[in-house]
């Protein structure tokens, strides 16, 4: 069975500094997405970044890359720079077949 | 752009009713629907994906006769709660999905449906 685990129920970070919010995966799958969501407390889902899992270079958006290390199964997301809207949950989800699992999520807060 | 709309934003209704909630692909062909639930401070859990103009599949636990899904065109599906309870207060999500579901196929989300029921 997939599943996806996000150990950080919450992390703070000083703006202006980096900060890692881990995720691991489980799959018997050779092929699957990895993706990471942001979700403000309006609601709306928000995609930042994807990784495929034959992808052999880590994923780079503007401030958030993935990194990903498929033999430990993990896929952490790391954004620089934090800025205080980054605040926010932060869903890490894995594509299974036709269907997106999502993780526990992170909520991240951001202090000047 | 990729843009999904749900209406309504919020929606407050009594115990017993139906409720309706739509998602709409404003400017794409939407092949794939998909319903999502998500308690608060809890994670995004799938209820059922739904293709154009076939039956929904339904996740385990889900009831396909309370949770009543409707995807009559491209741009459009439907999620009703028929006769509503307390405990089926939630926030409900839709995403979309320009294809059949490949793996790296992103699903572009609803900005989701707050529904209370009293």
């Known amino acids: 069975a997939q599943k996806i685990t996000q150990t950080q129920p919450g992390m703070f970070v000083q703006e202006k500094e980096a900060v890692t919010l881990d995720c691991t995966y489980d799959?018997?799958?050779?092929?699957?997405?990895l993706f990471w969501y942001k979700q403000p407390s309006s609601g709306e889902m928000i995609f930042l970044i994807y990784q495929g899992s034959y992808d052999e270079q880590n994923a780079t958006e503007g401030r958030y890359s993935l990194n990903f290390q498929k033999a430990r199964k993990s896929a952490n997301l790391v954004i620089s720079a934090s800025q205080l809207g980054d605040s926010a949950m932060y869903f890490c989800a894995m594509s299974a077949t036709d269907k997106l699992i999502f993780g526990t999520g992170t909520r991240l807060q951001v202090f000047p | 752009g990729a843009v999904v709309s749900q209406h309504p934003s919020r929606v407050i209704c009594k115990s017993g009713t139906s409720v309706k909630i739509e998602c709409r692909s404003l400017?794409?062909?939407?092949?794939?629907m998909f319903w999502y639930r998500q308690f608060p401070k809890q994670s995004l859990m799938l209820m059922a994906t739904?293709?154009?103009?076939?039956?929904?599949?339904?996740e385990q636990g889900v009831e396909k006769d309370k949770f009543l899904i409707n995807h009559a065109s491209l741009t459009l599906s439907t999620l009703t709660v028929t006769s509503a309870h307390p405990e089926d207060s939630s926030f409900y999500i839709c995403?979309?999905?320009?294809?059949?579901?490949?793996?790296?196929?992103?699903?572009?989300f609803g900005p989701g449906t707050r529904l209370t029921v009293t």
């Open positions: 739904s293709n154009e103009g076939s039956k929904a599949t339904y």
């Open positions: 799959t018997s799958d050779q092929s699957y997405g």
């Open positions: 400017d794409f062909q939407a092949t794939t």
């Open positions: 995403s979309a999905s320009k294809s059949a579901g490949g793996l790296e196929d992103e699903q572009y």
